[in-house]
């Protein structure tokens, strides 16, 4: 069955760009009408979408973030990627990745940023 895990550093300094990586295995991400996502859940708040990849590799985002988002995959590694330009602390949150569709999360990274 498809699992997923979060991999990327902990602590990135203000301003800075955030990288983080999602590993697939039991499953293809370019397997036919699959969606592959990034939510996150700031301290004390709720979960928030960022934005997705799908099957066919174009990628939408969440318009509050889009200006500063962007997610993309390597099929040959079966990963996909975010990249969060210019962060503040406000992006201070754990990250997942997740099929939502297929109701497969990963554990999800803590990610500081900080300075």
């Known amino acids: 069955q498809v699992q997923l895990r979060e991999s990327g550093p902990g602590l990135v300094k203000p301003s800075q760009t955030l990288s983080l990586t999602c590993t697939v295995s039991?499953?293809?991400?370019?397997?036919?009408?699959?969606?592959w996502s990034w939510i996150r859940q700031p301290p004390g708040k709720g979960l928030e979408w960022m934005g997705a990849i799908s099957y066919d590799g174009s990628s939408y985002y969440s318009p509050s973030l889009e200006s500063h988002l962007s997610i993309f995959r390597d099929t040959s590694m079966n990963q996909f990627y975010l990249q969060l330009s210019s962060v503040t602390p406000e992006d201070t949150a754990v990250y997942y990745c997740?099929?939502?569709?297929?109701?497969?999360w990963g554990q999800g990274t803590q990610v500081t940023v900080s300075s």
């Open positions: 997740a099929t939502l569709a297929g109701g497969k």
């Open positions: 039991g499953g293809s991400i370019t397997t036919r009408y699959y969606h």
